[in-house]
């Protein structure tokens, strides 16, 4: 059972377009993750949002967490190259993280 | 202050054979928690250590397994290796998981190619 549905599953866009990914789930989470993962290298952290309807911003990433915690979303506003990598978001419950199916997204240049 | 650490970053082995990888976390921090991602399944929870003590496992056969020393570094076994355990495995640290908006952090991986 995959607790968090990621979408879309894959997005290529050119350089300037924005974008947004979703993170979906029928559970609430005390936290959530935004995540960035390269070939061969380990995710790295973008984000921790731990309120409902909380909304962070990180440059050009916006994120935003559901008002019922169940959820989040992350918009990306004039996507560069260099934000090209798989997506991941991750709900914190108990001991245990849960991760999404991730959003590989391509940058075209 | 240094990332999480872990050895060896890339490794072959042969079918049957077993393997030790080693994860070093954050200073400080005291949960390790590990994962095995590959394309097909994407990041799946293999165990994670508090203090020593496993804390909870994910749904994967016996022939994986891992321990925590006093000082909170980690090792995860996998005996009896076979084709399908070719993967990325990710360790990861944090204070603790069960803090309410706590974080985990992730080292590079370690990529086993089984053969």
């Known amino acids: 059972t995959q607790l968090l549905e990621q979408s879309p599953q894959f997005l290529s866009i050119q350089e300037g377009e924005n974008l947004t990914v979703y993170c979906n789930s029928s559970?609430?989470?005390?936290?959530l993750q935004w995540y960035r993962q390269e070939p061969g290298e380990g995710p790295v952290l973008l984000v921790t949002v731990v309120t409902g309807g909380e909304v962070k911003k990180l440059k050009r990433l916006t994120f935003q967490f559901g008002d019922a915690r169940k959820d989040s979303s992350l918009h990306i506003t004039a996507a560069q190259p260099g934000d090209t990598g798989l997506y991941l978001c991750?709900?914190?419950?108990?001991?245990?993280?849960?991760f999404g199916t991730g959003t590989s997204l391509t940058v075209i240049p | 202050k240094a990332g999480v650490t872990q050895t060896p970053r890339y490794l072959i082995k042969t079918r049957g054979q077993q393997v030790t990888l080693s994860c070093s976390p954050i200073s400080g921090h005291r949960s390790v928690s590990w994962y095995q991602q590959t394309p097909g399944q994407g990041l799946q929870f293999l165990f994670e250590y508090f203090s020593e003590t496993q804390r909870n496992k994910g749904n994967f056969p016996g022939r994986f397994s891992g321990r925590q020393f006093s000082n909170s570094r980690s090792e995860m076994n996998v005996s009896t290796l076979e084709l399908g355990d070719s993967a990325l495995y990710l360790c990861?640290?944090?204070?603790?998981?069960?803090?309410?908006?706590?974080?985990?952090?992730f080292g590079e991986g370690s990529w086993l190619t089984v053969v």
């Open positions: 991750a709900g914190g419950s108990g001991n245990q993280f849960y």
């Open positions: 990861a640290s944090s204070s603790d998981l069960r803090s309410s908006g706590n974080t985990i952090y």
């Open positions: 559970s609430v989470f005390s936290s």
